[in-house]
Each structure stands twice: as C-alpha cells, then as structure tokens.
C-alpha cells in the first residue's frame, strides 16, 4: 500500500530521520495559515500516490503566507497521472547544499534486501542507473542479519557522499532500514535525501509502500488507509473483500484466483473484446461472495455482459452456481451472464444453473467458449 | 519417478487439527499420500482418524519418519512454524498459507538455506501433486491422470486450467508444482526446470508464469543452458493494466524485464512454445510430444 509522502515522513520521524516541519492542508486558506505557522519560505507540495508530480507541477515554492495559497488552489484539484490531488503538504523550504538518493527494498531475483544509495540523486534517477550504473551503488543485506555498520559506511563512502556527512548519513541510513523491517515496508525511498548548508541529512521527500500481509503487527496502519481518495465501486468491493480494478472495456469478469483472472482478460482481449473489470474472488469463495461480485458489477454502467470464469480448488462450484441464482433473484441484473465452471464439485454447480430457467444465463463449456459468448453479448467484436 | 513427492513420501501436517488442515489433509491421504502425523502444539497425545498428534515437529519425525511436511498454520505463526520444520530435519515443507509477511518470507528463506538442506515450497501455493502416487496440498486430484508431462506454475487457478487442458486430451502428467506468486518462493521455476530436466519420467514440460518480478526470465536463461525437454509457455497478464508503482527502486532493479512481453520474448528466444492462449496448452504439449 502506497503512503502519501507526509504519511511516509510521519513514519520517518517515528525512527528518527530528519524531515523538515510541515502541515498538511486541503483547502488553499489553510494552506495560507499553514505558511504562516511555519514562517520564512515553505513548499507546497501534492499529496499523490503516484511519482512525477514535481514535473507536474504539483511542487511549488512560496514566500509568503499569500503565494502558498496562491500555490494550493493551483494544486487542490489537479490531475497527476490519473490521481486527483486532494491535499497539499506545507513544508519548510530547505537550505540544500547536495541531494542524494537512498533506497531499501526487496530484491525478488536475490531474495534479500536491498540498499541502493547515489549521490547524484534529485532528478531522474531511473535514468542516472541507466547512464551510469556506477553512480547509483547497491548493495545486498541478509534479511536474517541486518543491515550492518560497515555496509552502512560503504553504501556512504562507495556512493562518494559529501565525507564530512559521512557519520551522519550512514546513521540516517540505520534507521531508514530500521523502518523498512521494524513498519513491514515493501518499499522505502528518499529522493532527494539532503545535506543541509549546516551539514545535516534530512528526508526531502518520502515514498513508502506498507506490506498489507503485515498490518496485523501493525493496528495503527488503518488511519493511513483511512486517508485515501476511493472510487465508490473500488471502496463497495473492498468492504466485500474482493479484489477488485476497474478497467475501461464492457465485458464484467469474475474468477477465483488473480492468475486465471489475469488470464481471462487476455483471452477477452484475443476474442476482440475488452474487460470491464478485474474481480478476484479469492480461494474458497461461498454463495454470499459471488451474490456481492454481481452486485459490485451492477454499479458500473459500462458493464454489457458479465463472464464468470470458475476453476474450483478449495471453491466449490456448487456454491458459486448458489451465488448466481440467489444474484438472479435478488439483485436487478441487467446484462446476460456466461457462466464457466470447472473443478470442485462442478458437476453439481452446473447441474444447478441448467435448472434455472431464467434467460439471462449462458452457459459455456470451456474459458474460450465463454470469452467468445460473453464478448459476442457485450456487442461483438470492436 | 516424479518430482519430489511420490509412493515414499511421509506426510506431517501442521495444522492438522485446523479446519483447512483436516479437510485438505485427509484429502490427501484419501489420495494415497502416506499422511503419517500431525502437528498441534498442546494437543500432543491425542489423534485424529488414526494420525496421531505431537506437540512438536521434531518429536513427529523422531516417531514417525516424516520426510514431508505441509503447513496450513496462520500467517502471524507460520515463519515460526516453517523453521520449525527445517530445524527438525524435514526434507520438503509445502507452504499454504497465504499472507505471511514478506520480511517474514525473506528471513525465512535466508534462515532455512543458511541452515539446513530442506527446501520450501511456497509459501501461498496450492502444493504438489504427483497423479498417481501422492497429493500433498490443495490441488483438486480429478483433473488430473498419471503421464509424463511435468506442469510447474504460480498461480493454483491457473495450474489447474493446465491440468485440466492437458488431461481432456487424454495427456497425462508426472508432477504438477505450484511454485506460488509471493514475493520470495522458496521454490522457483529454475529449481523445478532442473528437476523436470532431471527426472526419467518427464518428457515435455509446461510452465505458466505472470507479470511481475524476473522468475520468468531466469527461467529462460536456465532453459537456453540445461533443458533439453520441450517446454510449452503461457504468461499470464498481456492486457493487465500496468502497476500503479511510485517508487523508482523497483523499475531500477528489474531494467525493463517484468511485462508480461519481455517474459513471452525471453522465453520465445530460447526455443519455448509461447502461447497467448491458455486453452491452447493441451493441443500445444500434443504437437511438441509428436
């Protein structure tokens, strides 16, 4: 899960890295009353899960109390890649003298952690890697050990960090993994970390993702989620626990499991069509799970037909067919429903949807048969 | 032969007494899989349908010679429960349990490699089956029939549809692996690739992957050096939306690989079938076994 960069910093300041003071605001006014508690220069900056706002230009610096509410209501309501932006960070602007980049995250292909440190952070760091692979120093920790001292100071000095700061970065970069395994982060990147005119290391920014598997370690982790912008359709699936995207075809999916999921999209899209959605019911879905799958589809108007794609393992297709004909009754659903089931008790799940009558339900052998039933319903090929 | 599980498994269950643990594992022994003890601690002394129970993983092996081990305990307790089972000697621990913590997954792997010989399957897969001989997981066994093609995946749905295309046509399998889709497998394609490569009774192999991570890429070098067995492919997630990702670590890391495109190509140019159509894989395997 995506932190916002104040959220991020909040996290930051629990260990004890440096952040620069800040208020967070939604509305230019108190923006204005932000930059007047904090005094001097600030920087309002969007609060987006997503990278690239300062391009955007969605980071704007401000003088005075007036400017940083002339800043806000140019950056209350933008579009960043898709995000709205519904708050601005005030912060203290920072006297930089040099802005590094440091980074901790799991390396899959290694399977330990990795530290990525380079003093040429700040600008486009992807493409420094890419330039000059040299500059951006990496190093691998033994998630069983940690990351020691002596790594800590060669990520410092290999990287060729300003030498005076030396002590200070490295013990900056103690505590950024400190929250990267103590809060259960996938992901926890500073660019720009910044050496100050007065020789200190300080957080510029933050992007910190949270590991969702972990939150029971961690109850506080709610109110972040809390804080997050949700499409009404995205937020009604949460709540049902279904895994959820919204997509821009006609054609509704529904399946067990983000793989075969995945894959009927694909298939979708081989036929000619284009999926509405991605909806995983999860492993060992009942009855209930797939009436609230059909009701979640019902909110989305571009929805034309609906393909349900079922390959039982712990589910078991008699209860999803369960599922169908209480949605059927219940709920108004207005679009044909190809239904594919195979696996755990199927024959019965299907035994059970041939003996409904009602007209909306469509049968299909395979997942290609019902790919081409549900696309040819949705309106044929386009 | 097989891979890895087969007529001379001993099964231990951790979890046996848990809901999911007693269906799946019985399950299995229903199979044929020699389910030989369970695992609770503080039900130790009792049994279960004639599976007698210990507190401990290591008083198990040391009564019953169980060489196989499936955990189904709960995420919070299940990286304690897998070292459990390295430490006492297990040779395989078959994960299920989904939602482990990734920083517990990673400390388990480096744990379990740095001290002990086991290896782990998962964790979050659906297990193994070996049709046939032995069944230790969560695989619906119907779909499947005794052959000699071996089938290894991430994702259990999918591994089943592969199954079950293979199976329609009368094509039968060695063993089919579900490797699991978390972040830090304790299994990975290449490690069954080598195995499939290996094993006297495996002629033709399919894999199924995703977008994400670079799995399928390795495999693909691993592939051009060591397996001369065909391989059929299919990745999963060509028209997935991309990953709302806002850090730049992991695009730095992966340099490009991860698209569901880079993996098909991978794969193509080494001499894989790659197929955009997962229902294609049974006539696949059939024109690659002829």
Not at chain 1, 25 to 50: D, I, M, R, W, Y
Not at chain 2, 110 to 120: A, D, M, P, V
Request: net charge negative; hydrophobic share 45%; aromatic share 6%.
């Amino acid at each position: 899960m995506d932190l916002f960069e104040y959220q991020g910093k909040s996290l930051f300041a629990r260990v004890g890295v440096p952040v620069p003071q800040g208020r967070l605001a939604t509305s230019p006014t108190f923006a204005g009353t932000a930059a007047n508690e904090l005094g001097g220069t600030v920087v309002v900056k969007a609060q987006v899960q997503v990278g690239g706002r300062g391009k955007a230009g969605g980071i704007k610096v401000a003088d005075s109390p007036n400017a940083a509410e002339a800043a806000a209501s140019e950056i209350l309501g933008m579009d960043i890649k898709g995000h709205t932006v519904h708050s601005v960070w005030v912060e203290q602007a920072s006297d930089i003298a040099a802005e590094y980049y440091a980074s901790f995250t799991l390396d899959r292909s290694a399977k330990k952690h990795l530290a990525m440190v380079s003093a040429q952070g700040g600008v486009d760091i992807e493409g420094v890697a890419e330039s000059d692979p040299d500059a951006v120093v990496k190093l691998h920790i033994d998630p069983v050990v940690g990351l020691a001292d002596w790594q800590a100071r060669e990520l410092v000095y290999r990287a060729r960090l300003e030498p005076t700061a030396s002590r200070k970065a490295a013990a900056a970069l103690k505590k950024l993994y400190e929250a990267f395994v103590s809060l259960d982060c996938d992901l926890v990147e500073v660019n720009p970390l910044i050496l100050t005119g007065g020789g200190d290391i300080v957080a510029l920014d933050a992007k910190v993702s949270l590991d969702a598997n972990a939150f029971y370690r961690h109850p506080d982790f709610g109110e972040f989620e809390a804080a997050f912008p949700r499409d009404p359709i995205e937020a009604m699936a949460m709540e049902a626990d279904l895994n959820f995207i919204k997509l821009d075809g006609d054609v509704g999916i529904i399946g067990n499991g983000a793989g075969l999921v995945m894959s009927t999209l694909d298939v979708v899209d081989l036929v000619g069509g284009r999926a509405a959605n991605f909806l995983d019911v999860g492993g060992g879905a009942g009855a209930d799970t797939i009436t609230s799958a059909l009701e979640v589809l019902t909110q989305d108007a571009s929805v034309r037909s609906v393909l349900i794609n079922i390959f039982g393992g712990i589910t078991r297709c008699d209860l999803v067919a369960e599922g169908i004909i209480e949605a059927l009754g219940r709920l108004d659903l207005p679009w044909p429903i190809v239904v594919r089931l195979d696996g755990t008790n199927a024959t019965e799940g299907r035994a059970i949807l041939a003996a409904s009558s009602d007209e909306r339900l469509v049968a299909a052998a395979t997942m290609r048969e019902a790919a081409e039933k549900a696309v040819e319903y949705a309106g044929g090929s386009g | 032969m097989a891979i890895l599980i087969d007529e001379s498994t001993r099964l231990l269950v951790q979890g046996l007494t848990g809901n999911e643990g007693q269906f799946h594992g019985f399950r299995n022994r229903d199979y044929g899989t020699n389910l030989v003890a369970g695992v609770t601690p503080g039900k130790g002394g009792t049994d279960l349908n004639g599976v007698p129970i210990f507190n401990t993983v290591a008083e198990a092996v040391e009564a019953t010679a169980a060489n196989t081990a499936m955990t189904f305990v709960p995420p919070p307790f299940a990286a304690d429960a897998i070292m459990e089972a390295a430490a006492s000697g297990i040779e395989l621990v078959v994960a299920i349990t989904e939602g482990i913590p990734a920083h517990d997954e990673a400390r388990v792997y480096n744990y379990i490699t740095q001290t002990s010989s086991t290896r782990l399957l998962g964790p979050n897969c659906p297990g193994l089956l070996s049709p046939g001989k032995a069944n230790v997981g969560i695989m619906p066994p119907e779909i499947a029939m005794p052959g000699r093609v071996g089938v290894v995946s991430r994702s259990g749905t999918l591994t089943y549809q592969a199954v079950h295309e293979l199976t329609m046509l009368g094509i039968g399998q060695s063993s089919c692996i579900g490797i699991g889709g978390d972040p830090v497998p304790g299994t990975s394609f290449v490690d069954v690739l080598a195995l499939f490569q290996a094993d006297g009774e495996t002629d033709a192999i399919v894999m199924i992957g995703e977008i994400g991570g670079n799995a399928e890429e390795q495999a693909a070098d691993f592939i051009e050096a060591n397996v001369t067995k065909p391989v059929v492919s299919y990745i999963a997630g060509v028209t997935a939306p991309p990953g709302k990702k806002m850090g730049h670590a992991g695009a730095i890391i992966s340099g490009g690989k991860g698209t569901a495109q880079a993996k098909m190509d991978a794969l193509g140019s080494v001499g894989a079938t790659v197929l955009d159509d997962p229902t294609e894989i049974g006539t696949a395997v059939q024109a690659v076994l002829r």
